[in-house]
């Protein structure tokens, strides 16, 4: 029933055909090649795969594969629990969609954007940061970003308004200055949002 669903083939049809006969060309390769190593000897496997059905529509699906064997280890069966992941490709395509539009947005405007989780590690920095900095991103915290690139003298109240933000989840607002690939200082106002979960 389910699985037919999933297909598109009924069951009298899906009784005639293989898994080759309905697995995407392009994964058919990897999907036989688990199951040689889970009939050698390897018990079972997952893998995500796409189906086509009769009607050529692409249906993405999550194939969790036992091998069934006898007393003597010896392949009897295969058990395979198949779940429709279509929606949920979709959804996490529109999600990089939706993450690589923001990110052309924040590299167009001409000021420095950045992110950071609850906990401060940073998530993002724009272009314009990279280009003012000089320093290409790589995962780190709020505290070690202001440690190293905003002035000694504004370091220790930008974290105490930054920390303040994150407890209370209230607007973070700050003047300091940052430096400059050329080493210079220059001020900056720096505002930051609260992103809540709705």
């Not at 293989?18 to 390897?42: C, F, S, V, Y």
């Not at 320093?135 to 308004?161: C, F, K, L, N, R």
Request: proline share 5%.
């Amino acid at each position: 029933g389910a699985y037919c669903t999933i297909t598109g083939y009924s069951r009298e049809e899906l009784l005639g055909l293989r898994m080759q006969d309905i697995t995407h060309p392009d994964d058919l390769a990897g999907n036989l090649e688990l199951l040689k190593e889970a009939l050698g000897g390897k018990n079972s496997f997952t893998i995500e795969k796409r189906y086509v059905r009769p009607d050529g529509a692409i249906v993405w699906v999550n194939n969790s594969v036992t091998i069934l064997r006898n007393d003597a280890g010896e392949p009897t069966g295969i058990l395979a629990v198949t779940t429709d992941r279509t929606e949920a490709r979709r959804s996490e395509q529109k999600l990089r969609e939706s993450e690589q539009r923001f990110r052309q947005m924040a590299d167009a405007v001409p000021q420095i954007v950045w992110i950071t989780d609850a906990d401060g590690k940073t998530e993002f920095f724009n272009r314009q940061w990279y280009e003012y900095t000089g320093v290409t991103y790589q995962p780190t915290t709020a505290a070690q970003v202001a440690a190293d690139q905003v002035h000694p003298e504004d370091g220790p109240a930008t974290i105490e308004a930054f920390d303040e933000a994150r407890r209370t989840g209230t607007t973070f607002h700050v003047e300091h200055r940052i430096r400059s690939k050329s080493g210079e200082y220059r001020w900056f106002l720096v505002r930051g949002e609260p992103y809540r979960d709705p």
